[in-house]
């Protein structure tokens, strides 16, 4: 890994605004076209919508080893500049659209500086904040961050989804394999040092998720944001 590679993205979108998509399944009740004129970042496995939602990601951001290695395949195609975990650097090389980047064996929660590493925060929304961050973003728009979960097991318990997904945009998201069941308390922990490092700087996090439980951030109606219709 080379964190030299990572620190050309030092504040590259200085006072600009990006879409962060999140994959909760409230994707499916939204006209998402407007997507189309902004900055985008996806997560995870986000490919699986893009024919559906009619856009493409600038940027993606996955550091759960169990994503990785259930799309490796997918993102070595892919063209959006990637930000991948390390840990994984076997399966998909770094090249001109990936970059790894740290995220193990890390003490801080929030880091400023990506070329020392991100924190995943129990949530790759909290990594991702990390580098909207540090490439200069003003403002980021949260959607899709449903942020409410069925699960069976512990917060962390490694699960294994034997049925359709019902909790993501995607019946197929984690059908069949392991996935990781969600930590929503300690998120929340993440998201609120994300928001007080955002605000002191000047920055904003606006969710206009559709009907999303977090109450941590700032609210807003994604239609008025964006101007879309649905």
């Known amino acids: 890994m080379s964190t030299s590679r990572l620190s050309l993205f030092h504040d590259c979108h200085r006072g600009e605004r990006c879409v962060l998509v999140c994959n909760g399944p409230s994707l499916n009740r939204m006209e998402l076209d407007f997507l189309r004129g902004e900055i985008v970042f996806g997560l995870n496995k986000i490919h699986l919508g893009l024919e559906k939602f009619g856009f493409y990601p600038r940027y993606l951001v996955a550091v759960n080893d169990k994503v ?22 076997g399966l998909v090389p770094e090249d001109a659209f990936t970059y790894h980047i740290r995220t193990e064996g890390l003490p801080e929660r ?72 969600p930590n929503l308390a300690e998120s929340e922990v993440s998201y609120r040092l994300a928001r007080q490092i955002f605000e002191e700087e000047g920055r904003r996090i606006v969710d206009a998720t559709l009907g999303g439980a977090c109450d941590v951030f700032e609210k807003a109606d994604y239609r008025q944001v964006f101007g879309s219709g649905k």
């Not at 290695?69 to 650097?89: H, N, P, W």
């Not at 069925?150 to 392991?178: C, I, V, W």
């Open 110 to 181: 929030f880091y400023r500086d990506i070329t020392q590493g991100v924190r995943g925060g129990h949530t790759v929304t909290h990594a991702a904040f990390q580098i909207i961050r540090y490439m200069g973003f003003r403002e980021v728009v949260v959607i899709g961050m449903d942020h409410n979960f069925t699960a069976s097991g512990k917060p962390n318990e490694e699960l294994h989804m034997k049925g359709a997904d019902p909790n993501h945009f995607s019946p197929d998201y984690f059908r069949g394999q392991k996935w990781d069941a």
């Open 68 to 89: 990785i290695q259930q799309s490796a395949e997918v993102y070595r195609r892919m063209t959006a500049i990637k930000f991948l975990s390390d840990s994984c650097a």
